[in-house]
């Protein structure tokens, strides 16, 4: 007598195209908001120190808010689907995928936490400020979220290349991502100087790791909506 248990995992192909064009417009966002923290006045070099930085009006702080918000908005309804691509290609490996969408969350919530609190000090104020220094949320947006797109990269990663639920280019680019924000963990250690490549906040370590990120997880949008939507998978 067969006793075993067969269970299907269906995911719509309207879900799937959800969580592909979300990881795109993310991404597009995500690289709007990018130069607004290179586009800042200029200030003397014996007024604007480490401390300080470079104080800038609220404008620009609260556009490249409001775009970091619908970045990561959007991502998270990317990355919450991650398990259920998993989980429809192969329900074995449902728990890597649930893993990476957790950790993926956890990114964006931590993330979007941090540039809230920036965004807020701004409008604050009394007078214009610089928040990537003034504001010592340099580990929630650096080294953190950087542990969570590690654990975020090593779960996808091995999920997609063990399910085939993506191309194999995913998964192996996937650790790549991985190993590059495994890098920036360190920076904790490094100060708070914006302008220096390595430090806590700096412009390496958080706005360019974080812009290849987000060109990654678009790429991964676009592999996501032309992957023809499997058989729903069936494990005994």
């Known amino acids: 007598m067969n006793t075993s248990l067969h269970t299907q995992i269906q995911l719509p192909a309207t879900a799937r195209r959800w969580i592909g064009l979300a990881a795109i417009l993310g991404a597009v966002f995500a690289m709007a908001e990018l130069p607004l923290y290179f586009v800042v006045p200029a200030c003397d070099a014996a007024a604007c120190g480490v401390e300080t930085g470079s104080p800038m009006p609220d ?23 991650v398990r259920y691509l998993i989980a429809r290609a192969d329900a074995r490996y ?8 957790t950790a993926g969350a956890a990114w964006a919530i931590i ?19 610089d928040p990537t220094r003034t504001v010592p949320t340099y580990l929630l947006y650096g080294s953190i979220s950087h542990l969570m797109l590690v654990v975020f990269g090593l779960a996808f990663g091995y999920a997609a290349l063990r399910t085939r639920a993506l191309p194999r280019w995913v998964g192996w680019s996937s650790f790549g991502i991985a190993a590059l924000h495994l890098a920036a963990v360190p920076s904790m250690f490094f100060g708070f100087n914006s302008s220096e490549f390595y430090a806590s906040n700096g412009w390496g370590a ?21 992957k023809k939507t499997p058989p729903a998978s069936t494990l005994a």
């Open 59 to 81: 404008w620009l702080i609260l556009t490249r808010t409001l775009f970091n918000f619908l970045a990561l908005t959007l991502f998270l309804v990317s990355m919450t689907g």
């Open 94 to 101: 449902e728990w890597f995928g649930a893993v990476a969408g």
């Open 111 to 129: 993330d979007m936490v941090a540039k809230g609190l920036e965004g807020g000090s701004a409008i604050k104020a009394t007078e214009e400020i």
């Open 206 to 226: 958080v706005a360019m790791f974080n812009g290849y990120a987000a060109i990654w997880l678009a790429a991964v949008g676009v592999a996501t909506l032309l």
